[in-house]
């Protein structure tokens, strides 16, 4: 009798023991978890890299200007991830500084007389007096200076053209006082060439240093080109902004002597007027016993050019309308080169509604461009509560129905 009742007593201890030490032990754990400082969070880890492919080369495309930071950045190895996190506020942000690009060197190796003189050889007077003719306001607000250099490799019969950098664009983020630029140009009259440059962000004065080399370009073809620089801000949440551009007839410039280097001061783009946007022919018909419209997008007339080449691209995007809010959409194909456009593209669409009073239609006419946002060119809608001839063809298709009317209508401001 005695033995069993040891054994029991020792049981009991030991059970009371192995609880003792569990409940020790997960009180350590879970104090250790509290004294450990919390890791970042994702977001600022995101904010927090800056990445330099290989083929960049050394310059600070991203940051603000600090030697020190520029030799830190030199020490690490191409493939790395540098973590900036001290410098940003609890956001992840940059403090709002304006920062400073240094030139290239090939510029800095120039001096202001160099370039003068390489520009009176190489621009002819009209383009010239052109460029010198600002007027008094222009010169108060001023847009910066591109600096390029052109070059022809005969061996290849390649047009190079290297965008080397910005200096001086004015601030289009009011907030932070910095623009996040980038240049697109296209070789004119045939738009054939569109190239554009990477984007730098939150410098007023960006290195670019991109080469782009256009082959199958005869030199006897090159006096009959022109160059078109678009400088423009990217904008993440609606179209990027325009800060202005650059005109470069080819007219006069020798390239046979090897490479020219030229700096041309930017200019306001040169914004259509209101009053010339052309004119788009729609036919409508309503179908009440099937509940349908039937949009046949026909012609466009009159187009304005939607840059110096006189050419545009145009396309119409359809949106359909209920109460205010889209509820459809359709686009006809791209006419290529052409201020008047034949579409005969038909679309048919559904109503949610007996009737048409809360409906409406609109009408885009765009410019179809690969390296940059399309731009449009014109808007049109149609409707009940549509003025001159959008709310008169509306009128007549709800009047008429089952029956396919057509008119011209003029085009108002995008």
Partial sequence: DEIPT????FSAFGLVFSVSLFAWICCQRKSSKSNKTPPYKFVHVLKGVDIYPENLNSKKKFGADDKSEAKNKSAMPKNSLHLDLEKRDLNGNFPKTTPKIQSSPDLENLSP???AERKKDSVSPDSLKSITSLSSEDKQDKLGTLFFSLEYNFEKKAFVVNIKE???LPAMDEQSMTSDPYIKMTILPEKKHKVKTRVLRKTLDPAFDETFT????????????TLHFMILSFDRFSRDDVIGEVLIPLTGIELSEGRLLMDREIIKRNVRKSSGRGELLISLCYQSTTNTLTVVVLKARH??????????DPYVKVNLYHAKKRISKKKTHVKK?????????????????????DISIEFLVLDSDRGSRNEVIG???????????GGEHWKEICEYPRRQIAKWHMLCDG
Avoid at 216 to 223: A, C, K, N, R, T
Avoid at 303 to 312: M, Q, R, T, Y
Wanted: charge should be negative; hydrophobic fraction near 40%; aromatic fraction near 10%.
């Fill in 379 to 389: 808007r049109l809608t149609l409707g009940s509560s549509a003025e001159g001839t």
């Fill in 6 to 9: 040891v054994v029991g007593i």
């Fill in 337 to 357: 080169c052409t201020p008047n456009a034949v579409f005969n593209e038909l679309f048919v669409f559904d109503i949610p509604c007996e009737g048409l009073d």
């Fill in 214 to 225: 256009f082959y199958g370009i005869p030199y006897s073809q090159i006096q009959d080109l």
């Fill in 166 to 168: 910005a200096r001086g």
């Fill in 113 to 115: 007389k160099h370039f």
């Fill in 303 to 312: 187009l304005p050019k939607s840059d110096v080449s006189g050419l545009s």
